[in-house]
């Protein structure tokens, strides 16, 4: 059941809402005067019509004579999460990328950005000039913090309120149609963060509207959506709905959701199976595949398996466990969830199975935690060594850059840009940037204000970080959390910069990702020496990867396996920033050598 207002050309306009408990719902266009028109109720609670009005409209919806309300999948709200809503048409935008036909979530190599901070305009439009230079360095997705409207000119976009509408400050509907046709024109695929747990404190008036919420469970950051009690089949309508709306009028090739740990449902067809099958449905109408791609941290094969099999049938998942592993033991952090982590056998198993925890007890979490990983492939599971949360959600907002040292920087790049599961990037990485991510919002209730940096506080806690964390509501936060897009043509970052790029190209042209076949992979470990070796093979083609997670220089003999190798990357080559090269270029054998504190070398079997 579509929802919300649809433009349907010649000056109409269908307007429909759920609100089951209403005995009378008008639709209010703003204009030079406005002009009051009732709804007809239909079956399970709705109420439509279709009314003389233009794009650009403004609009409210009247309960009963009471508040006028925005519409709770309102497309635009020009003036806020307060005001009116607005109509959009979606039918003359004038799309160039027919022949688009996206990119396997298995093939992706994903960048993480928050467009309020990616460049000093905060836009939609201004992330599109620097397309060009992710796709040179590697990047064939890019994934975009949520956009859903919410409170004030800064978020990180979890507090939104309109999960159908693109935030105005950012640009609006047509801006984000701009960013994704020129990003398919480049042979980009775009990923929308979107969140379907919950809905932000400032401007949410679904309430009002009907039982959107759950009293039956609690979420860390509002109420509950309800997705298995009384009247919930047209609240996973709105949310099912939602996402057909982004692949279909804005097409976004894939969805990231929200952790999804926190969308409570305990009914025999959960919802975000019913929404795998809508989304399953809908691409092959389209002729194509569009990607749910969820955040999860309960370590739950299921997410992945066909629905038909009692699974969730999502593409992919967000897996912690890589990142957890690798900062642990590169900083020394063993504060909160760290806690679990930190050694050397740990990140040996991270990098083998993805999941670390498979069932056994997690001290963190006082629990068993976490399901067997088994006949689960490395393309489903999405690593990264930083994310907006993990950079974010420290007090001070520190990238891991700031955090070690260069080689550990190259280590932990290289151990998640060649691992056999999908490398993310998080904005900035690439080039070590020095500025913060921190958190950031512009609510306007005091009393919410007050209640947001006591949790803030509450959550460093766990940390035993002593500092006062820098205020969120503060636009200078906001400000130092903007990227600073000259450091890449300068020094050190210039060759982390370049270091990246080897990365990439190793991984889509020498190991050819790209492909989809199953690369199969290795791994061993020396606890002696802290090495970690990866064997990758794809088809004709192998490659021997050498992880050295020591600050102390180690001696060893017998490397490489049996054959002739060549040395592809050495970490220490000058040209990245290195001491100089460990490996000279040519044919190589099992010789003794000596490794330097966090190395990484990449070894391509002559024959291959």
């Not at 935008?93 to 022949?99: C, E, H, L, M, V």
């Not at 401007?203 to 979420?219: C, D, E, H, M, T």
């Not at 950079?391 to 955090?403: A, P, T, W």
């Not at 040209?575 to 070894?603: D, E, N």
């Amino acid at each position: 059941m579509r929802v919300g207002a649809t433009y349907l050309g010649k000056n109409q306009c269908e307007f429909r809402v759920w609100a089951p408990w209403a005995k009378q719902v008008k639709v209010v266009l703003r204009g030079g005067k406005s002009v009051t028109i009732p709804l007809e109720s239909e079956k399970l609670g709705y109420w439509s019509g279709q009314v003389n009005a233009v794009p650009g409209t403004a609009y409210w919806f009247e309960l009963d004579k009471g508040k006028r309300l925005p519409d709770p999948a309102s497309q635009f709200q020009p003036k806020g999460v307060h005001g009116p809503s607005q109509i959009v048409d979606h039918t003359q935008f004038k799309w160039q990328d027919k022949i688009w036909q996206g990119i396997a979530a298995s093939n992706m190599i994903i960048y993480e950005l928050h467009v309020g901070t990616f460049t000093s305009q905060g836009t939609l439009d201004a992330v599109i000039p620097r397309l060009t230079q992710l796709k040179e360095l590697g990047i064939n997705t890019l994934e975009i913090m949520p956009v859903a409207a919410c409170p004030g000119k800064r978020n990180w976009g979890y507090d939104g309120v309109y999960p159908y509408a693109v935030q105005d400050h950012y640009g609006g509907p047509e801006a984000l149609k701009r960013l994704v046709n020129a990003a398919h024109k480049l042979g980009l695929s775009v990923m929308l963060d979107v969140v379907y747990n919950h809905l932000g404190p400032e401007g949410n008036y679904l309430g009002a509207y009907g039982p959107y919420f759950s009293k039956r469970y609690k979420v860390p950051w509002g109420e509950a959506i309800n997705f298995d009690d009384q009247y919930s089949d047209e609240v996973r309508n709105y949310f099912i709905q939602n996402a057909l709306h982004w692949f279909d009028n804005y097409r976004i090739d894939a969805l990231r959701l929200d952790a999804i740990q926190a969308i409570f449902d305990q009914s025999a067809y959960p919802f975000l199976a019913e929404l795998s099958d809508q989304v399953k449905i809908f691409s092959q109408k389209q002729g194509r595949h569009f990607c749910l791609i969820v955040e999860s941290d309960l370590n739950e094969s299921r997410v992945h398996q066909p629905v038909v099999e009692n699974g969730l049938g999502m593409d992919a998942s967000w897996c912690d466990d890589l990142h957890h592993s690798l900062h642990a033991l590169f900083t020394g952090e063993r504060q909160g969830y760290y806690r679990d982590y930190g050694s050397f056998k740990v990140l040996s198993q991270a990098l083998r199975d993805g999941y670390v925890f498979q069932g056994q007890i997690s001290q963190f979490r006082k629990r068993r935690y976490g399901s067997s990983r088994q006949q689960l492939p490395g393309k489903k599971l999405v690593v990264y060594d930083q994310n907006h949360d993990q950079v974010g959600n420290r007090c001070n907002g520190e990238r891991i850059s700031q955090l070690v040292s260069p080689e550990a920087v190259r280590c932990m790049a290289a151990m998640t840009l060649l691992s056999p599961y999908i490398p993310m990037l998080f904005m900035g990485e690439e080039y070590g940037e020095t500025a913060p991510f921190l958190f950031f919002a512009d609510h306007s209730d005091k009393a919410l204000k007050a209640a947001v940096r006591q949790g803030r506080k509450n959550e460093f806690s766990t940390f035993n970080w002593k500092q006062e964390p820098p205020d969120p509501f503060a636009l200078a936060v906001f400000k130092e959390s903007r990227l600073d897009w000259e450091l890449r043509r300068r020094g050190a970052h210039k060759k982390l910069l370049a270091f990246y790029r080897k990365l990439m190209e190793i991984r889509k042209t020498v190991l050819d990702c790209q492909a989809g076949d199953h690369v199969l992979s290795v791994v061993k470990d020396d606890v002696d020496k802290k090495i970690i070796t990866l064997d990758l093979k794809r088809k004709q083609t192998r490659l021997f990867c050498v992880f050295h997670c020591d600050p102390k220089q180690h001696v060893c003999s017998s490397l490489l396996p049996q054959g002739n190798w060549i040395c592809i990357l050495d970490s220490e080559d000058s040209a990245w920033g290195g001491r100089g090269c460990t490996f000279k270029p040519g044919r190589l054998s099992g010789q003794s050598t000596t490794l330097q504190a966090f190395q990484v070398v990449v070894f391509q079997q002559e024959d291959s």
